[in-house]
């Protein structure tokens, strides 16, 4: 309503997006289709590309075309941008944090409808992708295991009805760790309030299987996972709950 009564149809117009705060840069595809939905003949013009690292005032990309479009698509262009570059940018964060010594990987917490584009902002970010959806691997979890009745009865049976899928055990103790083990499992998940518990998953692996931590993790004890030995660590919060990167959109008549 307002871009209609106040912009005539024939105007053109070229905007800039530009970041405020240092970001990693994730989005800028997903922000142009916004744009080329509303209106086919836009031109963007990428000054950085996702995965780069922006500092406040740096010029992301600049787009021009019929002002009216520009107008209308301009948040939902600048929610894709600034949601995605917050999930790269915390991605980054985290593995900065790890120094290397240990993967960030993300979760299947994420957003309805948004979850492919938020895995492919942890990629920029730096991480890997854990599952995209639950038929791309196995993984018992503790509900598994307690209706299944035990790591041994569960693992057995996946390791039966999937011979060629390499199955993913969540342990709550070095016995279970072993039952897993020797059932075949290809990773032990350990979660991250029992560094204990991790240290002596991974001794127990030594080789035969990697150990994943998960739960609740925070920056600061990166470095002290690390240090346990463990392979990677899971963390929903990159696509469930990162705050949105500081990015906006300045537009002007031409």
């Known amino acids: 309503m307002t871009t209609q009564a106040a912009i005539p149809p024939e105007t053109r117009a070229t905007g800039v997006f530009v970041a405020r705060s240092s970001v990693v840069v994730a989005g800028l595809d997903a922000a ?19 995965g780069d690292i ?11 075309g019929l002002a009216a479009p520009l107008l209308t698509a ?22 900065d944090a790890s120094a290397g010594r240990i993967q960030i990987a993300d979760t299947r917490k994420t957003l309805p409808l948004l979850r492919a584009l938020q895995k492919y902002a942890v990629r920029a970010g730096g991480g890997v992708n854990g599952r995209l959806t639950l038929d791309e691997r196995v993984i018992l979890k503790a509900n598994h295991l307690r209706v299944a009745g035990g790591v041994r009865t569960a693992v ?38 029992r560094l204990d518990l991790v240290r002596e ?7 035969r299987a990697r150990v994943e931590v998960s739960g609740t993790v ?24 990162a705050a949105a990167a500081d990015i906006t959109f300045d537009l002007r008549p031409v």
């Open 32 to 50: 142009f289709e916004a744009f080329r939905q509303l209106d086919p003949t836009v031109t963007m013009t990428a000054d950085r590309h996702d």
């Open 218 to 241: 925070s920056l600061d004890q990166i470095a002290e996972l690390a240090a346990t030995g463990a392979d990677f660590v899971s963390i929903g919060l990159l696509t469930e709950s």
């Open 156 to 193: 057995e049976r996946v390791r039966a009805a999937h011979t060629d899928v390499p199955v993913q055990v969540e342990i709550t103790s070095a016995v279970e760790a072993i039952e897993a083990l020797d059932g075949g499992a290809a990773v032990i998940i350990c979660r991250a309030s």
């Open 74 to 95: 301009e948040r939902t262009a600048l929610n894709f941008l600034r949601h995605l570059s917050g999930v790269a940018t915390l991605t980054r964060q985290f593995v």
């Open 201 to 207: 998953a991974v001794r127990l692996c030594a080789g």
């Open 54 to 64: 922006c500092g406040p005032d740096d010029r992301l990309a600049t787009v021009s």
